[in-house]
């Protein structure tokens, strides 16, 4: 009480201090910081709510809150609240990066640090409030002056309100869901109303702006009857025992309960082989147009996720156990994966994921997102749209920028929450190595001309020419994997019937065998 009897009369006017643009100088993210002062300071309220959409820069934007209120005698010690070790590794580095002297502390392996600046995952929280040292609580209900709350959402709340009625402290929720589209639980939570939080800036916001690329939906050659419950049929009761359940042990909540239909559907051999031909076929390429970008598989579970990089490994076996990785929660190393996922040129160049990746994970180079599950959870479809929204400067080439990203959706989850842009056909060009071939082809054509015709001077080195082009094309097509399903669809059937100069040779050569 002497604490913030003192706080009171010392604390600055949050509307007259500066904001440190070191850390941002967005507009919108400015903005929103004046907001939550102004709901503190003149409103006199304790909580705050913030829409920006995914990629907006909304760490960003509470390291630069944290630093002002900090900075104006409001806050001495800060809580970062995340879903996943993932999101806290990752929030720990920011705040070291932006704001090194209040001293970021990692409460998942950090248990025992001093600091200003505490993240630390929901379940971990739980666990330390009981924690005591020299017989008192380490984390008093005043320990933290105010608490930020990643991806606030009603099941968020459901699960942790023990926290948040806990530690008397003011409150900010940060979330990526558009604001038409919150739910009148999570406005109540921060005691707002519905579809009017503290502050918002929305994805069509942030793209007409430039500061967030768009995504084109590719046009997908399999659909399938969707079975099972809808979480929006749900009565508000039942949707309250859906949130309030454990579901795993990751805290995680599945998006929908589905049919043993689906299930069937996801994992056929058949369907998986057909979605991995199109989207290495169809998506957004790198390297000169060689390899596959970056892409993120979103599978429906552990054994789904699995299934997937199998079938991949046996139909693309040059690439096996290297270009396509599973990183869940049960990956070992999985954050070791994750750093490698996110430099341009290292494998893996296709992360498939069971809600790991879903949320929080940024990765700029990624240029292709594949629903291969069924979403039913508005927060949680925008959270996963949010890991292509990225800029990415001279992702392609010097001067050729990032300019959108595909969403594959072969579970029709773009129709479900009616997002019904225009579809494409994906990447259609032709990859550098193509061209190459074709070009060599066109020449071996030319010099063949030449060759047939009058001699020439210097006739030797263009025929050297000839054979040595003809050989390097002759390696490429016998190097290729003949089982690999892209090439085998290419091959001559057994019974096919051939050329008559073709036939004419396997029958002396039968007739010299004896056959």
Same mark, same amino acid.
């Given at each position: ?19 440190n643009q ?10 929103s ?9 003149i ?31 409001w ?5 970062f ?7 806290v ?13 209040a ?21 971990t ?7 005591t040292?020299?017989?008192q609580r ?44 919150i ?12 579809g ?23 046009s997908?050659?399999?659909k ?21 359940k454990?579901w ?8 929908f ?27 957004q ?22 299934f ?23 990956t070992e ?13 290292k ?6 994921s ?13 240029? /292709? +997102?594949?629903f &291969? ?5 508005? !927060? ?7 890991? *292509?929204? #990225? $800029? ?12 959108f ?7 029709? /989850? +773009?129709?479900? &929450? ?5 579809? !494409? ?7 550098? *190595?193509? #061209? $190459? ?48 399903f ?12 051939l050329?008559?100069r ?14």
């Amino acid at each position: 009480m002497e604490l913030l009897i003192q706080r009171r009369e010392k604390r600055k006017r949050l509307a007259e201090a500066k904001i440190n643009q070191a850390i941002v100088d967005r507009y919108y993210q400015m903005r929103s910081i004046r907001r939550i002062g102004e709901a503190f300071e003149i409103d006199r309220e304790r909580k705050a709510l913030v829409v920006m959409a995914t990629g907006g820069g909304k760490t960003r934007m509470v390291i630069a809150l944290s630093d002002l209120l900090m900075c104006c005698n409001w806050a001495k010690r800060v809580l970062f609240l995340a879903d996943r070790v993932a999101l806290v590794n990752q929030v720990v580095n920011a705040f070291k990066k932006h704001m090194p002297e209040a001293s970021p502390v990692n409460l998942v392996t950090e248990k025992d640090t001093e600091g200003r600046v505490f993240v630390s995952t929901y379940p971990t929280m739980m666990g330390l409030i009981d924690e005591t040292k020299d017989g008192q609580r380490r984390f008093g209900v005043g320990h933290f002056d105010l608490i930020i709350i990643d991806e606030a959402h009603r099941s968020v709340y459901q699960k942790y309100r023990a926290i948040f009625d806990y530690f008397d402290s003011l409150l900010v929720g940060l979330t990526a869901t558009p604001r038409d589209e919150i739910d009148r639980d999570t406005c109540g939570l921060f005691d707002l109303e519905k579809g009017v939080p503290t502050d918002a800036y929305d994805l069509k916001d942030a793209v007409a702006d430039k500061f967030l690329v768009p995504s084109k939906s590719v046009s997908v050659p399999l659909k399938f009857q969707r079975e099972g419950i809808k979480y929006e049929n749900l009565s508000e009761e039942e949707k309250e025992q859906w949130d309030a359940k454990e579901w795993s042990d990751d805290g995680s909540t599945p998006d929908f309960v589905e049919a043993e239909a689906v299930n069937k559907w996801l994992f056929n051999i058949d369907t998986v082989d057909k979605v991995l031909e199109h989207i290495m076929t169809r998506g957004q390429k790198g390297a000169g147009g060689d390899r596959l970008g970056k892409t993120i598989i979103f599978a429906k579970n552990q054994a789904h996720a699995d299934f997937i990089q199998e079938r991949f490994d046996i139909n693309y076996p040059s690439l096996a156990g290297k270009f396509a990785r599973t990183i869940t929660f049960r990956t070992e190393y999985a954050q070791s994966l994750i750093d490698d996922f996110s430099q341009k040129n290292k494998a893996p160049h296709i992360a498939i994921s069971v809600d790991m990746l879903d949320t929080g994970i940024d990765v700029p180079e990624v240029v /292709n +997102l594949v629903f &291969f599950k069924l979403v039913r959870s508005k !927060t949680k479809f925008w959270q996963m749209v949010g890991r *292509g929204t #990225r $800029l990415c400067p001279d992702l392609f080439a010097p001067g050729k920028h990032k300019e959108f990203f595909y969403i594959f959706d072969y579970c029709q /989850n +773009l129709e479900f &929450f009616s997002q019904n842009p225009k579809t !494409t056909d994906g990447a259609l060009g032709e990859s550098l *190595g193509k #061209r $190459l071939f074709k070009t060599r082809l066109e020449l071996i054509s030319e010099l063949d001309r030449k060759l047939s015709g009058v001699v020439q001077e210097g006739p030797e080195r263009e025929a050297e020419l000839r054979r040595d082009v003809a050989a390097m094309l002759q390696g490429e097509v016998a190097a290729m994997n003949v089982e690999n399903f892209v090439v085998r669809a290419k091959r001559p059937r057994r019974d096919a019937k051939l050329p008559a100069r073709l036939c004419g040779r396997f029958a002396d050569a039968s007739r010299r065998a004896g056959r």
